[in-house]
């Protein structure tokens, strides 16, 4: 075994001036200036040359793809494999072969990603609406360019865009394609850039072509008329909000919602799902459904598959025997992907710079690009007929005398000298002594003649009339409208997604909660464990277990279905229905609420009440000798659980809370063992939860109201000694007779 050669040791192994970027050199410079010429090309370069798509509704990446595939007659010709197209593509596009046939799948017909697929894939492309449905390897799938793609490519090859060198300078391609239609607002994408996104939703190809037309005669048309709303292959129901709509219109940004399509099959007690939203997978749908079941939210599920096949996308769900399928799909979609939403960020390239624009300024842009590629067709087919008009001038007036144009080039020795003398002889240039000097001995004949001299009367004709669509900026809208008309007669497009407005959606069935109600007690501890009996398992057994140093603190006798109020010293209620616990026994410890109800870290509960309709009071006692009264209905949200801050005033520490149904007298005692009786109805209730409170006990400063109680609950045996006249007083000494064998304890109604 040979010997690792060990070191040389003294040998200064430094730097090599040789080497570039090896010196151990520290360059110190501002943040700024490394953001500036590291951070800001590589963001500028992210955002320009790959993530945000331009004018023609394409990123660099889709427009190497369909122009290779344009230069390899792929349109309207057979297919090739796949791996054939990657392969030419790298030509245009060096960031890999997986890379681009990725591109390839999202822009294919198997994929389904886009209303008007681009690329007639043959083979496994996957699908969209499917997380792990892998596609085939590019050498088992065949493509080529779809017939709309003529619309992408027509009159590229007369100066409609411009082209420019690829990475390598070894070839040209084109900026842009001269799309014939809003191709931008036809075709979805997205794209994350370097501090910005683009998100752009698909709309039909008709009702584009109509908007557009109609934005061509009055720029101030009504587009929520004619555009309706966007439109995904996958298709659903897409839930219209008018204003929401109008925003995404007007700004570019917002969202709105897309529910799935289902049918209930009554003979097989099963609901089939067939169009999800589009921006969800089957597996993310049968991920939360499982959830859900396991969780015990949703009993009427008996099984879920899914059976898509050949014929498409199909959710199958078993339902138990009387469940009703309208409640259970109501709350689905409440819970579930089965409704989502999709965020629009209407962010389009123009010249170079990122624009967030609504659907009136897009439209405005495409079709200023769109009159600008008409013009540049126009000038170059006019100049195509200018140069023909020249040469047939040049040949008309050698026709009139071709006598002496035959006897000039006999009688001329040298070649070279040909055009120099016709040019001489007949007053024309060298462009048009070529032209005459290479035309055939037979093409001298009297027909040949007069259909030329025909010819060149109907080029003058045409001529006068492009210049005529270039001075009249009505022809050239006339142009690309009759060109849209021609799109919309050629490639019928019937809206996917369905349309479900404000007054279809009132009269669904709301999402009901189906929770079991039946009686329950209730057993709160001191150090926050929480139990949810039945009376049969307390009949059973009703001793209770608590840790050691634990002990009870509240009780009540609720329903299931009741809503418990949470308080913690940190002002904060929580709110959870007694449902979400689970049913315990005596025996046990329960539920730990500050982990239950996902408290802050550090965070206790203080009290807590139950309520089942928010009807009454709560009463806050603060040390500080002040009582407040807020409504019980300040706490009732419209969601299942919710944390709220400012659950109470956090300007003197709570003493004691109560939650009062109808008014009463209470009790209340201090630190220095005085004792206040007054009635609750002297309290102005309020409808702010961090109201401060009045002043109900004057305290002096070394002492504090330790607690309260309603009076019938207490032992006081002469309870005219401690009845308040007025508020504020200093309360009475608790006489020995009075406090009896039970003191008034905090926190305990």
């Known amino acids: ?113 886009l209303l008007h697929p681009l690329v007639d894939s043959k083979g496994n492309f996957g699908k969209v609406y499917s997380r792990d449905m892998a596609w085939a390897a590019s050498r088992y799938t065949e493509a080529r360019l779809d017939p709309i793609c003529a619309e992408l490519f027509r009159d590229i090859d007369q100066d409609t865009v411009d082209f420019v060198p690829n990475y390598d300078g070894s070839m040209l391609e084109p900026s842009l394609l001269p799309t014939t239609f809003p191709n931008v607002l036809v075709s979805a994408n997205q794209g994350i850039a370097v501090g910005m996104a683009s998100n752009l939703c698909g709309f039909n190809l008709h009702e584009v072509c109509q908007a557009t037309i109609a934005f061509l005669k009055d720029p101030g048309c009504d587009l929520l008329s004619l555009l309706k709303a966007p439109d995904f292959p996958t298709g659903g129901q897409l839930l219209y909000d008018g204003a929401a709509m109008a925003s995404i219109y007007e700004t570019g940004r917002g969202s709105f919602q897309v529910r799935a399509r289902w049918r209930y099959v009554k003979e097989e007690n099963v609901v089939e799902i067939y169009e999800i939203p589009y921006t969800t997978t089957v597996e993310a749908i049968m991920d939360k459904v499982t959830e859900l079941v396991k969780a015990g939210k ?25 469940a009703d399928p309208d409640k259970l799909m109501a709350r689905l979609f409440k819970s579930t992907p089965l409704q989502d939403s999709f965020a629009c960020n209407f962010n389009i390239l123009i010249a170079g710079m990122p624009r967030v624009m609504g659907v009136r300024e897009i439209l405005d842009e495409w079709t200023a690009w769109r009159s600008d590629g008409v013009r540049r067709r126009t000038y170059f087919a006019q100049k195509k007929k200018q140069d023909k008009l020249h040469l047939l001038k ?72 492009l210049q005529d669509i270039l001075d009249h900026p009505e022809r050239v809208k006339n142009i690309i409208a009759a060109e849209l008309k021609e799109v919309m007669k050629k490639y019928p497009a019937p809206r996917r997604t369905g349309i479900l407005y404000e007054h279809q959606m009132a009269a669904e069935p709301e999402p009901e909660e189906e929770i079991a109600d039946y009686p329950v007690h209730v057993f709160l501890s001191r150090e926050g464990y929480l139990k949810k009996i039945t009376p049969a398992s307390l009949r ?107 659950a109470y005033s956090d300007k003197s520490p709570l003493a004691a809370a109560y939650h009062l149904k109808e008014d009463l007298e209470m009790a209340l005692t201090s630190s220095e063992g005085r004792c206040l009786i007054f009635h609750t109805a002297v309290l102005s209730p309020k409808t702010t939860r961090s109201t401060q409170g009045v002043n109900v006990m004057t305290l002096k400063p070394k002492y504090r109201l330790e607690a309260a109680r309603p009076l019938a609950d207490t032992a006081i045996q002469d309870p005219a000694r401690y009845r308040a006249r007025s508020l ?22």
Not at 399 to 419: H, P, Q, S
Request: hydrophobic share 35%; glycine share 8%; charged share 30%.
């Open 1 to 113: 075994m040979a010997k690792k050669k060990a070191p040389e040791k003294g040998i200064n192994r430094g730097a090599d001036p040789n080497v570039m970027g090896l010196r151990p050199e520290v360059l110190e410079q501002p943040i700024t200036q490394t953001l500036e010429i590291n951070y800001m090309p590589y963001a500028m370069s992210v955002i320009i040359s790959r993530a945000i798509p331009e004018i023609d509704g394409f990123k660099p990446s889709h427009r190497k793809l369909l122009y290779t595939m344009y230069t390899m007659k792929l349109l309207g010709g057979a297919r090739t494999k796949s791996a054939n197209i990657v392969g030419q593509t790298m030509k245009l596009n060096p960031h890999g072969d997986q890379a681009i046939y990725d591109t390839m799948v999202r822009l294919s017909r198997g994929y389904g990603a």
């Open 298 to 322: 949703v009993k009427e599920i008996a099984d879920m598959r899914d059976e898509t096949d050949l014929n498409g996308l199909k959710l199958t769900i078993d339902l138990k025997r009387g």
């Open 394 to 465: 040049g040949l008309k007036k050698i026709l009139l005398d071709i006598d002496r144009a035959i006897r000039i080039i006999r009688d001329t020795e040298a070649d070279a000298e040909v055009v120099p003398n016709l040019m001489i002889g007949f007053g024309i240039d060298q462009i048009q002594a070529d032209y005459v000097a290479d035309i055939r001995l037979r093409n001298i004949n009297k027909e040949y003649i007069l259909k030329r001299v025909a010819e060149t009367a109907e080029l003058e004709r045409e001529i006068a009339d």
């Open 540 to 646: 059973m057994s009703s001793e209770q277990k608590y840790k050691e140093g634990d002990g009870p603190s509240l009780r009540w006798d609720a329903g299931n279905r009741d809503e418990l109020l949470v308080f913690t010293d940190r002002q904060q209620c929580y709110k959870t229905r007694l449902s979400d616990f689970d049913d315990a026994k005596a025996s046990v410890l329960g539920d730990y609420l500050p982990t239950k109800l996902g408290m802050d870290p550090g965070e206790s509960a203080v009290w807590a009440c139950v309520t089942a309709d928010y009807s009454g009071h709560l009463l806050f006692f603060f040390q500080n000798g002040k009582v407040a009264r807020v409504e019980l209905a300040a706490y009732r949200t419209q969601t299942r659980r919710k944390k709220l801050t400012g």
């Open 728 to 749: 504020p007083v200093a309360g009475m000494l608790l006489r020995e007779n009075d406090r009896g064998e039970r003191q008034l304890s905090l926190l305990e109604e």
